[in-house]
Every structure is written in C-alpha cells, then in structure tokens.
C-alpha cells in the first residue's frame, strides 16, 4: 500500500486544501500525540410538564450547544454515539428534562414514495446537548404516511397527547409517559378542512389548541393559517376557530410571551425545503391576528388579488429549514429565555435521515418585539438541572469523540476510506466501531476490516450485508478479537464492491484524534491518500481478558418466535432478533416474561425488508463452560481460564490464573445483569462451541480462501483473518491469549 500525505486534496471528495502553517501544525500535534501514547505505554419519576426553576448557576453543569461550524452544520448524536432520527416532529419540557419527538427515516422511508413508515422516535436530553434514545412512541408499520408528531401534556387527564399527520387525516393517541407507547384514538373532528401541517399549543390556563394549515384557499394561494380549540381531552376541537387570511405557509410554532401570543410559520409553504420564518401575533389564540400588510401587484387593479395580511418575516431561511417548537427556558438568573428551533432539511432528499436541528435563542425589543431570527453558531446554556453525558465503554481506549462531526457519502467500488488508530494497551480488539450510514440504496455488503498499517496486512474483516447499515448515521461495531499492541499504528477501513448509492461517514476537519488520521483510496485500497487534520468518527475498545466473540446467534441461544410473534419464556433472558449470520443483523433485548418479536420491541430494525426471528438464551451459564459457584461465593480455578459472571446471556468475562475469584460485580468490573442472581461459569477446554479444531498448538493449520480463525484454550482465545495455510502459534496472532496451557486453532 502507498501512502501519500496532503492537506485537503481539490481531487478529494470532500475538504478544502488546507494551508502550510496547518499542515506542520498538524504533523506536529499528530507526533506529539504519538510520544504520549508511547510514555503511556512505559509509564505503565416522571412530573407533569413545568418550567424550569431558577437556580444557581454552576460551572461544570454549562453545555454549550453548537449548531455549525466553519465547515457547516454539525451532526447531532444520541449519548451512544448515534446521529439523532427524530425530525418534523416537537420538543417538550418535564421537570428538568426534555423530550425530542419526531419522525425516524433509518429504515428508508422516503417522502411521497411507497415506502414503509419507520415509526416516531423520542429522544431525552437534560440539557439540549447529551440526548437518550428512548425507542419508538408510535411503532413502524403502525401507519402508512405519518409526519409531524407534536406532543402535550394535558395536565386535567394526566396524559400525554400525540397528534401528527397521517395523510388526509389527523393521528391522534394517548400515552400516560412522555416515552409511550401511544395508543391510538378516535380521528378528530376539524372546523375547517383541508389540513395537513399542524402543531399543538397549551396556555397557561390549561386551554389547548392545534394550529394548522387549510388548502381550501382562493385559487392562486397554496394554504391558510387556522387555530381550532381543542375539547378538554384534547383529543378533538370544540368547533371555535379563526383562520388568518394568509396565502403559502406551513410548520408552525407557536409561543406566548408577556401575554401576547406569537406565531412562527414557514413562509412560504416548501416541502423539506427553507423557507422564511413568518410571524403573526395576537393578544389571543383566536385572534385578531396581526402581520405584515401584503399587496402582491403594488397598485389596485381589477380583477388580481387584492392587500391581505402576510406574516411578518424575521428570518430569511428559518435557519435552514422550518420551526419545530420555541422552548421557554428560565436561566439562573430567572430570566426566561426562549430557544428557536427548526429542522433543518437536506436538501428536499426524499429520505431525511441525515436532516440536522437548529436551536438558538431569540431576542426581543423593550416594546416586545421580536427581533430578526439570528443563527448562531453556537451558544452557551445552563440546563434547568444537572448536564448529562455520553455512554462511554469502560474497556474504551481510543476516540475522536462526539463534537464538530459533518457527513459524507462515497464508499462505493473503488472509492475506500480509513482511519488509523494508535492502542494505549496490549490486549484485545474487542469492538471497533466506525459512523456510518448508507444512502441511495447500495446493492453490495459494507466491508470493514482492521489493517496493520505498517504492513497493509488485513487482521480482521466484517462483512454487514444489504440492509443492515441503518440510513441514520450509526456508530456501526465490529468484534475484531484480535491481539492489539502498544504504540503501533492500525487502521479501520471501510470499503464497498456496491454499484448503486454509497456508504458514508462522519468526519472532522478539527483534528480531534491527534494520534491518527483519515485517508481515501480512489484506486480499490492500493494507495491512501491521507487528509492532514480530518479523522473519521470512531472509538476502540481494547480488553484484557480475550474472548471469543460468536458472529450472531451463540450457541445454546434457541428459537422462540417469528416475526410479530410473541417470544414467551421463564425469568429474566436475552433474546436477539434477527436474521442472518452477521451480528449486525440482530439486537439484544434483556426482558422478563417473554417479547413482542417486532421491530418496536427492539427499538430499530437490524435487517431491513428481511423477515426476522427471536432467538432466547438458555437458563444458565454460556455454552461451553462449567457452573462453578453462585453470586457472592469464592469459585475456584485450577489453572489459568476464562470465568465468566452473570445470567440468561448476559455476561462479564475475566482471565483467572491458578487461585481463585469472588463471584461479585466488583471482582468483574460491572454487574451484566442488574436485579438478577447470578453465577460464575468457567470455561472448558478446546475450541469454543461450534468450532472445530483445526491445529494443535504449533501445528500447521490448512484453510483455503479468506477465513477467521482462532487460537486458544479455557475459553481464551484471539482472532485473525488468515488466507491460507498458517502455523497455530503465538506469532501468527500476535500474542498469547493464555499462558501454561496446550493451545488449539479453530476455523469459523
């Protein structure tokens, strides 16, 4: 492989050429970073919905919330590392946390296309900036062609109240959490027809209306501003309403400030496109409603369209797409500040997962008026509690963590992409995870392999098939188990043999991985190209207790369901659902009782437009190993082995030379199964179950083609893509996975 290094090639898919000054100071960082790394080595219940109280400001609680960048807008991630699939949807604040609802489009569902409806998602965040991905609250499949979920709190019923449109009609359901599942109820009753976008608004007296948009207008307009009143359940109008009179707008928000009621809107109307932001406001919710005086030919003439009322513009682009929700925020000091915020759309694709968020604070005169929408680039915020933060694994060793990422689509045919990594730890690879998504349908598997760097030798290869890399960009994980040491430079690569669409990737050009790099390949991987100061999103986990990773469903797993059936069993268990041989097809559950095998159940589909099952773990310990105690006892092991602690699929795995271990949370670092009795389990010799020995230790081993393979004992074992014959050693895997035991090699 031929390596060679600029700052931002023009022939680049993405990047501007970067100057001189930021190439050395790139180098420089990059070999400081290095030297690090090296002497590192050496060295060794939920509330009804209110405001937020003032409080006292604290330093550390302050997040700041970043919409853009000098390359453009910035990717927004859930506390996983995933990139949030809530759009056209609403914001609400419980307590000190908000919920994000909107539509999720990772399962490929286009606008005005026959396509399968990916469900409405909720996202909760204690601070606008570290969001939880909280499953579906209207479940995939549930309904053909659903957009806008807006979300109150009825505070006289104790429910959380959902209306979206669902294609000629309005969707309306219930939930007693902010979370759902919603129930679906009753289609509600309009006073004017003709509606298709809509947002909900409560005022102070616990009133509740639902402002939308009618297309039963004038010839030459395209729809109207109308707000109903909602019946007391808010489940449908009273019949009272007001229509404004306006001629092209949609995606209203709608917010009450000193006791004038305030309206934004997209104006014009324009499909997943940026409009201007339009404001209209009233002393009530049924008017009279006030805006900018409006003559569409100047003068007078017979016979044209005749001065009406326009909402008054205050932003030019809505910031990039159209209002979503204007959320009151009472600051330490007990102001209360309130935050624009819009979708922001991806240029009208038909599929709008990699559709962004804009959120940013208005400002108003002495008089109360609202100033023109600024769109900040950032900002800081004291959030009404305590800030949050993002999952990180404790085996975590390297990361370019989660800030000032962008998105793009090229890995395609002879088109590949890298990023190199250098481990703190001798160890195993155990997951190495990289962005990604895919767009524009690809016909061919993603393939991501772990390469030494120096040798351009490939250790590790996982191949996730069509239909199983999500349209969201998604923190994609692979399970290398290979041997990883200290100080050497390594590189994750993803490539494609598609013909149609790409796979893409998150970037950054800030260099927030100093001690590696990106680099692309526009020759099918014979020579990189690397990217001064760009790195991929990425993170490794390196672990000292090495294991052996089955690909998708472990032996001893059986199956307990089909698709839609219920997966019905005894205690507490893990189940997968899935399809497949790749682990990327499949998610893990932990219930008790028994599971919906469906996709709402999991909380995403693994395998797109592949017909799934449910697959339950067995009662006891893995297949393979041997009980030795339960929980809180001493388990004794005679010789070096794996044992592993927990229950029903769900474990920690530790090496334990000869002596013993107390079989506790402490002793394994973390408790795999919370709430569960659990047991620890010692490994067996041989290969792990399902595998055939292939060599004894130090013995030939003879494979044909491209396969994994592993060495090891006692449950101890270390991965790598071999091509051909090789000798079952130490050497060929890079280490030993355990010492003073007869090894073996296995073929998977």
Request: net charge neutral; proline share 7%; charged share 15%.
């Amino acid at each position: 492989m031929k390596v060679m290094i600029i700052g931002g090639n023009p022939s680049s898919p993405v990047g501007p050429r970067r100057s001189a000054g930021e190439r050395v100071r790139a180098v420089l960082t990059r070999s400081i970073a290095r030297l690090l790394v090296v002497v590192g080595v050496l060295l060794g219940t939920l509330a009804a919905p209110s405001g937020a109280q003032a409080r006292p400001a604290v330093a550390d609680d302050v997040v700041t919330v970043v919409n853009s960048d000098s390359t453009g807008q910035v990717s927004r991630y859930d506390v996983a590392g995933n990139a949030l699939d809530a759009h056209d949807g609403s914001m609400i604040q419980v307590g000190s946390t908000f919920y994000l609802y909107g539509t999720s489009y990772a399962c490929g569902y286009k606008y005005q296309q026959n396509s399968s409806f990916c469900g409405f998602k909720v996202y909760s965040s204690p601070d606008l900036v570290h969001w939880t991905d909280r499953g579906y609250v209207v479940a995939p499949g549930a309904c053909g062609y659903c957009f806008r979920p807006h979300v109150v709190y009825n505070a006289s019923t104790g429910m959380y109240v959902l209306w979206s449109d669902a294609g000629g009609r309005y969707l309306v359901a219930t939930s007693p959490s902010p979370t759902g599942l919603f129930t679906e109820k009753p289609t509600p009753q309009l006073a004017v027809g003709g509606a298709v976008d809509m947002a909900l608004f409560v005022d102070t007296d616990g009133t509740g209306y639902v402002v939308h948009n009618t297309t039963l207008v004038e010839p030459g307009l395209t729809a109207d501003m109308v707000v109903e009143k909602l019946t007391a359940d808010y489940l449908s109008t009273t019949g009272e309403f007001v229509r404004l009179g306006l001629g092209d707008v949609e995606a209203f928000a709608v917010f009450k400030r000193n006791g004038v009621y305030h309206a934004l809107m997209s104006d014009p109307s324009c499909a997943y496109c940026a409009g201007a932001t339009g404001e209209m406001t009233a002393p009530s919710m049924l008017g009279p409603w006030s805006g900018a005086w409006y003559d569409p030919n100047g003068v007078h003439q017979s016979g044209r369209a005749e001065p009406r009322w326009r909402a008054r513009l205050v932003n030019p682009n809505n910031c990039g797409g159209q209002p979503l929700k204007v959320l009151p925020l009472q600051g330490p000091d007990g102001q209360t500040t309130f935050y624009f915020v819009s979708d922001r759309w991806n240029n009208r694709a038909p599929n709008e997962s990699l559709a962004n968020l804009f959120i940013g604070p208005l400002s108003f005169d002495a008089s109360g008026k609202l100033q023109d929408i600024e769109c900040t680039n950032s900002f800081p915020l004291t959030p009404p509690g305590p800030r949050g933060g993002y999952d990180i694994s404790p085996d975590q060793d390297q990361s370019s963590g989660f800030d000032g990422f962008h998105h793009y689509c090229d890995v395609a045919g002879q088109i590949q992409r890298q990023q190199t990594f250098v481990p703190s730890r001798n160890g195993q690879l155990t997951v190495a995870s990289v962005t990604t998504f895919q767009n524009g349908n690809p016909n061919a598997a993603l393939t991501f392999e772990v390469v030494d760097a120096g040798s351009n030798e490939v250790l590790s290869r996982t191949d996730f098939p069509v239909g199983s890399v999500p349209w969201a960009p998604t923190a994609l994980k692979a399970y290398p188990g290979i041997a990883v040491t200290a100080g050497k430079t390594y590189a994750l690569r993803l490539s494609s043999a598609t013909t149609s669409g790409c796979y893409g990737w998150e970037y950054s050009n800030n260099n927030p991985y100093a001690a590696g790099q990106e680099a692309y390949s526009t020759t099918g991987g014979t020579t990189f190209v690397v990217e001064a100061g760009r790195d991929l999103k990425f993170t490794t986990d390196v672990g000292t207790s090495p294991t052996y990773r089955e690909p998708a469903v472990p032996a001893g797993f059986t199956r307990c369901a089909g698709e839609g059936e219920r997966c019905s069993f005894t205690g507490t268990r893990k189940v997968l659902y899935g399809a497949g041989t790749a682990s990327a097809s499949y998610r893990a559950k932990v219930a008790a009782g028994g599971v919906d095998c469906k996709i709402v159940a999991f909380g995403a589909d693994p395998a797109l437009n592949v017909l799934k099952s449910c697959y339950v773990s067995p009662p006891g310990g893995p297949s393979g190993s041997t009980r030795c105690v339960t929980e809180g006892q001493t388990c004794a092991v005679g010789g070096p082995a794996i044992v592993t602690f927990g229950a029903a699929g769900n474990y920690a795995d530790k090496l334990v030379g000869a002596g013993s271990i107390t079989c506790t949370n402490a002793s394994f670092g973390r408790d795999p199964l919370p709430g569960v009795e659990k047991a620890c389990y010692v490994a067996s010799a041989g290969s792990p179950p399902g595998l055939a020995s292939c060599a004894a230790e130090n013995q030939t081993c003879t494979v044909a083609g491209p396969r994994t393979a592993v060495f090891g004992a006692r449950g101890a074992f270390y991965s790598r893509l071999v091509n051909g014959p090789f000798t079952c050693n130490a050497a060929t895997f890079g280490a030993d996975p355990i010492y003073g035991v007869l090894k073996t090699c296995a073929l998977v």
